[in-house]
């Protein structure tokens, strides 16, 4: 672990990038991870949380990915497969994925609730449903191609009012200028 972790620190290092945690991260919680413009936010995400160090994030991925030879590498890379294609895929897979938060001692998850890399102010609200159905914390982590930064930024408050808190989690990225790869893809409801 600590040769890829330094490997990881490297390979963002030769590309101008850094990465950082301003928070103790525990051994379960869910990764709210923006903006998603572009295919390069997952290796951003990946290598980023490698130099980290003490986060190994397991992902959703759409169930196409699973096909041979794919599924050889994005399973060890700790992906979940998503059946988009089920009845009530929605509310089944969140339920399945607060069952398996509920049955490890170790769960960490990475949800780019924007679940696509075009604009869409209107996120999915499955990493919330999740959390407060498997009683995680939520914490924010920001791909910021602007300052060629990936970090942990801090743990959300959840107050039970899921429009509430989703939009305040919303405004932290603009708050805080969060750029992603393509920054016109990036927004927010309101």
């Known amino acids: 672990m600590q040769i890829s972790r330094k490997i990881c620190q490297l390979i963002l290092k030769l590309a101008g990038w850094t990465a950082e945690s301003k928070v103790e991260i525990p051994n379960k919680c869910i990764f709210c991870v923006a903006p998603h413009t572009s295919n390069w936010d997952f290796w951003v995400g990946k290598i980023g949380y490698t130099a980290i160090g003490s986060v190994k994030p397991n992902f959703l991925i759409k169930s196409d990915w699973f096909r041979f030879p794919f599924n050889l590498f994005f399973g060890p890379m700790g992906g979940i497969p998503v059946y988009r294609d089920k009845k009530d895929s929605k509310g089944s897979l969140v339920k399945s994925v607060i069952e398996a938060a509920n049955k490890r001692d170790k769960f960490q998850l990475a949800i780019t609730p924007e ?3 075009s604009s869409n102010g209107k996120w999915k609200r499955g990493f919330y449903h999740i959390a407060v159905g498997a009683n995680l914390p939520i914490y924010i982590v920001a791909l910021d191609f602007g300052r060629k930064k990936v970090y942990v930024s801090h743990k959300a408050e959840i107050t039970g009012d899921a429009d509430a808190d989703i939009k305040a989690i919303q405004r932290w990225y603009v708050d805080n200028d969060i750029k992603g ?10």
């Open 181 to 190: 790869r393509y920054p016109e893809k990036f927004s927010i409801e309101g």
């Open 115 to 117: 679940g696509t890399r």
